[in-house]
């Protein structure tokens, strides 16, 4: 599998687990569902990483796990905070915007990363992209503030996970993925006590299935770091991060086909401006 079809695999779990977390946040603490999806999400990577050639164990590329695994944490917290708030149209593309900006100025100024041309118009059409295609109808103002304060400081923890899991390589194969879940998992413990007056009230000990619900959308995020770590050994930093970061294409069309939702003329414009990113990005040059 190439680099580029890595990375969208990778967008497509991402997707598939915030529609699935942020729903469960609903029903359920936002600091539980994190956890519990991270526990799942370590059973998974280890798994996965049994059976991932590993070409060189390097402690140094396996510690570039650890601050992934921040960054994950601080990220599905506040993501899944926003998301079950109702605020997904707010949080989504703050979140998947500034988390695909950080690394994509890091990658450039200091990883050395130089895209082609064409790659450059591919990363310049998906910021706006992302952003129309995750718009909603709503005009709830109320919401707007904090849902802008939640999506900010997942971008950050998107951005930090996308840097650090770079950084690793794929010579030590999927390990530093199971190293980020352990930190991910210490990341947010301590964010495991009571909700102060006006927080939610949501219980923090969910029920059995909204538990197993919780652990497998864990797995499904995992995956889709493995899908990322492999398609950095195989793409630009810079071009794998931008196809991973596709992942609010998935809430919108989870909508249409389930939920019965209409598209605004704007999501219809996103999705195909998302379309020809892609297409920009995985061409080869000319």
Do not use: H, K
Not at 265 to 283: E, I, K, P
């Amino acid at each position: 599998m190439t680099g580029a079809l890595l990375a969208l695999a990778a967008a497509l779990c991402y997707g598939v687990a915030d529609v699935a977390g942020g729903l469960l946040s609903r029903r359920a603490d936002f600091r539980t569902v994190a956890f519990l999806g991270q526990a799942g999400g370590l059973a998974c990577a280890v798994a996965f990483s049994l059976f991932v050639p590993v070409r060189e164990f390097a402690w140094p590329a396996v510690a570039w796990g650890a601050p992934s695994g921040i960054g994950t944490g601080i990220a599905m917290v506040f993501l899944y905070r926003g998301i079950g708030s109702g605020t997904m149209s707010v949080v989504v593309p703050v979140s998947a915007v500034g988390g695909v900006a950080l690394p994509i100025l890091v990658g450039v100024a200091f990883l050395g990363d130089r895209p082609s041309a064409m790659a450059w118009a591919g990363i310049a059409v998906v910021l706006p992209a992302l952003w129309l295609v995750s718009r909603s109808r709503t005009d709830e103002r109320d919401r707007v503030r904090s849902a802008v304060v939640n999506g900010l400081v997942a971008s950050v923890g998107i951005g930090v996970q996308y840097l650090a899991l770079a950084q690793a390589g794929g010579d030590a194969g999927l390990w530093p993925v199971a190293v980020g879940r352990v930190t991910a998992l210490l990341t947010i413990a301590p964010m495991l006590v009571r909700p102060r007056a006006g927080e939610s009230r949501a219980p923090l000990l969910p029920g059995a299935r909204a538990t197993a619900w919780a652990v497998a959308t864990g797995t499904v995020a995992a995956a889709a770091l493995a899908f990322y770590l492999l398609a950095t050994g195989r793409q630009l930093v810079v071009i794998a991060v931008v196809l991973s970061s596709l992942y609010p294409v998935v809430p919108v069309l989870w909508g249409v086909t389930a939920l019965r939702e209409r598209l605004s003329g704007g999501q219809v414009a996103g999705l195909a401006a998302a379309g020809a990113a892609v297409l920009l990005l995985t061409l080869p040059p000319l």
